[in-house]
């Protein structure tokens, strides 16, 4: 038999945008058209957008999906193509995560979602049943709306695959492929030789790599060729789902889209000759287990896949893509923290008819990256408007909010942030030359919207006001105060810059003479949220926080790379700045730096944070690990206390969790309890009973610890 062109897509799909998400569906099976492809398949839960949540308990959700599909139905647009097209569907009163196959305007298959996925952020068990009868399928009986249109009354519903009169194609659904017992090993040893892939998953750094393996490892072994869709972009949520639609063969991508794109819309063509995938299929144990594998019902369509006409258009709307790859391609996780939280605040900020963002820039390394990704984010809208993507420019015009301007096309990123982007350096009494030099360098740098106050009457007023009220003056420390006028001192400030970043971001529009307000951007990143490390409701609550998932060591790397990335060389003195909060007078004798402050170092931070939310540790557990880790530089003495602070802050601290600033989703471990890790914030915070125990097995273990040699754990 002949090639075929497969096609595989990422749209930009928004929850309950119905209407949006119509138009993006459309468009990519009008490209794929374009192309001569005769099968397109599109991200899972592509008519609703993936992450309706709660919404997929609303009978509406499941309704106005059947009606978008009619929508699709009723054109032509299915007209000798195969459509994967995804949306929750109601069978006997249950709800079913499912893949509808559509072809020539009729519906050939509904395909329920055999694995959910239910761990972390995803919980699509509280919505959608499992279909439990593999290898089975029922009738479904359609709508009125849709037998209106399709005359059909009933459709096949179920594990099922469909016949072509030149091949075979089995769908699978994202997390099916994740599990150890995936379909597509027994759909493929049936004879199932396209399989397709319909994702909704979100991005985490370093995640790609799994995605990858997993689809090389599909179709290594079993041979086939496997098309991957998934959803691009912020569909409402913390998370961003990283597109990267591929096509795999044999083991090789032969075809790979962009992780991160402003596209909408975005499709990956391959040609392929299906004779390959059955010459990859002559082993003789592969045979045996063939011939015993059990059938799965098929769906004859008197259609072949090839008769598609080939037009040489290599790719559209694609500019990530790559072609005629051997391998996929990845970018280094400093790239991805550039990119994924730049273009979820794009997507953010269009969403939300805002006028720009609004961060309060402190000269320290936090505040810094949020900075440099929101000038990526500009970066990559110029690059777009050059690639004259009409979407993109017509956002930044809208943006811009500058009607006397209604040609404006963004064209450079400096120019384009400073119409978007606003920084505010909060300085006090004990505000350093050199952290206000800094964040003024970098909002220049940039060409943010920067503004330059002293707030110390501010502080004055509400120190005052409370020595009238009470008559006791609080001091700082160095002035001889106690610890807790010393902290009081300190949250005062801070706490007063995040009302001052909410008036500021309100009034700056108008200030300029334009209209609307900004949204207020959050910096703590993710080890000092976990550690407590942070004032409750001070700058560390804001509107939404692009950092609050990434640690501050990839951090320190990203603003590595971006010094050079960006030609930015002011990056250089960030990193070599030590982090302080600046909070309390500095004297001769005592500099308030971060480390000693939280009492254990960032390095330190990340290691607890990794076995506290990714490895599950309670204190014991997390003591007895550590002392493999680093018990050849630390006794278990030593170890026990460092655990045992680690605890003791984490649970005292839990509850600013509740309140934690929604943000990018970006590690396989995140502090946002609400969401992600579900704990109380109410704990008994020094675990009498458990740091007993720690402490008993600390004095009984022998210490193999060669003092000094702490360079060994950072090595
Ligand atoms: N169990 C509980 N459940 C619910 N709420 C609870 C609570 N315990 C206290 N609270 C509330 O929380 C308040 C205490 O929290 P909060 O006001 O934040 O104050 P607190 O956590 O005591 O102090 C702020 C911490 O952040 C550090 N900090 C501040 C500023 C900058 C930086 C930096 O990154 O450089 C670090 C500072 O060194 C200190 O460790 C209490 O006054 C009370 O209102
Ligand atoms: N002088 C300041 N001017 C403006 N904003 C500030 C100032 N100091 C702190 N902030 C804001 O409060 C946030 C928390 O302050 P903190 O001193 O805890 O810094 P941090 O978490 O180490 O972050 P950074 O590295 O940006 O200083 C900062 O990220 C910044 O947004
Ligand atoms: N929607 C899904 O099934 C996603 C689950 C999958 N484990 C992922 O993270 O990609």
Redesign the pocket.
């Known amino acids: 038999m002949g090639h075929l062109i497969t096609l595989a897509t990422s749209l930009n799909q928004w929850a309950l945008d119905f209407q949006g998400n119509y138009e993006r569906i459309i468009e990519s099976i009008a490209i794929a058209r374009r192309h001569g492809a005769t099968l397109r398949v599109g991200p899972e839960l592509e008519i609703p957008g993936y992450g309706c949540y709660d919404h997929f308990l609303e009978g509406d959700t499941a309704l106005h999906s059947w009606e978008v599909l009619a929508k699709i139905l009723a054109g032509d647009d299915t007209e000798g193509i195969f459509c994967d097209i995804g949306m929750p569907v109601i069978h006997k009163n249950t709800m079913y995560n499912c893949r509808i196959i559509v072809y020539n305007r009729q519906i050939l298959l509904i395909r329920p979602k055999i694995w959910l996925a239910n761990d972390g952020n995803y919980r699509e068990m509280r919505y959608f049943t499992p279909w439990m009868k593999h290898r089975e399928w029922e009738y479904y009986f359609l709508p009125r709306i849709i037998q209106a249109i399709t005359k059909q009354t009933k459709v096949p519903f179920g594990d099922c695959v469909v016949s072509t009169i030149d091949t075979c194609i089995g769908v699978e659904l994202c997390e099916e492929l994740f599990t150890p017992d995936s379909p597509h090993i027994s759909m493929g040893l049936d004879g199932v030789e396209i399989f397709t892939n319909s994702s909704g998953s979100h991005h985490e750094l370093r995640k790609l790599h799994t995605r990858v393996d997993l689809i090389k490892e599909a179709t290594l072994k079993l041979g086939g060729v496997y098309l991957y869709a998934n959803q691009q972009g912020c569909d409402g949520d913390r998370l961003y789902y990283d597109g990267c639609a591929m096509i795999a063969m044999n083991g090789k991508i032969i075809a790979q889209g962009s992780q991160f794109s402003l596209s909408d819309v975005e499709v990956i063509t391959a040609t392929i000759d299906i004779e390959d995938v059955r010459a990859h299929r002559t082993s003789r144990s592969r045979a045996l287990q063939a011939a015993s594998s059990a059938r799965y019902h098929r769906i004859e369509v008197p259609f072949a896949l090839s008769e598609g006409k080939f037009t040489d258009i290599a790719s559209e709307r694609a500019p990530g893509l790559r072609l005629g790859l051997h391998d996929a391609k990845f970018h280094k996780p400093e790239e991805e923290i550039a990119l994924g939280p730049a273009c979820w605040l794009w997507d953010y900020l269009r969403r939300s008819r805002t006028q720009g963002y609004f961060v309060p820039l402190s000269g320290g390394i936090d505040s810094c990256a949020t900075a440099i990704i929101v000038y990526s984010m500009c970066c990559l809208v110029v690059e777009a408007a050059r690639r004259a993507e009409k979407h993109v420019i017509a956002d930044a015009r809208r943006i811009v909010g500058d009607p006397q301007d209604s040609r404006y096309i963004p064209s450079d990123p400096r120019e384009f942030c400073n119409r978007i982007f606003h920084t505010c350096y909060m300085g006090t009494e004990n505000s350093s030359a050199e952290t206000r030099k800094r964040a003024k360098d970098l909002a220049n740098a940039i060409g943010s919207y920067h503004v330059d106050l002293n707030m110390d009457s501010l502080v004055t007023s509400v120190r005052e006001l409370f020595a009238f009220v009470t008559g006791a003056t609080p001091r700082f420390r160095a002035h001889g105060g106690t610890a807790v006028e010393n902290?009081a001192l300190?949250?005062i400030q801070?706490r007063l810059r995040m009302v001052l970043s909410y008036s500021f971001a309100q009034l700056l529009p108008w200030v300029r003479g334009r209209q609307g307000g900004l949204l207020v951007l959050g910096s703590a990143n993710v080890d000092?949220s976990l550690r407590?490390?942070?004032?409750?409701y001070?700058c560390s609550s804001a509107d939404i926080n692009p950092i609050g998932g990434i640690s501050k060591s990839d951090l320190k790397k990203f603003i590595a790379y971006a010094e050079g990335a960006f030609d930015l060389p002011i990056l250089r003195s960030f990193l070599e700045a030590i982090p302080t909060?600046e909070?309390e007078p500095i004297s001769e004798t005592y500099v308030q730096t971060?480390e000693a402050?939280m009492g254990m170092t960032y390095d330190e931070l990340s290691v607890f944070g990794r076995l506290r939310k990714v490895e599950k540790c309670g204190p014991y557990s997390m003591f007895t690990k550590l002392v493999h880790e680093w018990g050849a530089f630390l006794s278990p003495v030593q170890i026990a206390e460092k655990v045992k602070h680690f605890f003791f802050e984490h649970a005292?601290?839990r509850?600013?969790m509740t309140t934690l600033t929604p943000s990018y989703h970006a590690e396989s471990y995140s502090p946002d309890d609400n969401r992600f890790d579900l704990r109380p914030?109410?704990y008994p915070s020094r675990f009498p009973w458990q740091f007993r125990k720690i402490d008993q097995v600390a004095a009984a273990l022998p210490d193999r610890s060669n003092l000094g040699s702490e360079k060994a754990k950072t090595d």
């Open positions: 902290l300190q949250n801070a000092e407590g490390y942070l004032t409750k001070d909060a909070l971060d402050d005292r601290n509850h600013k914030f109410l």
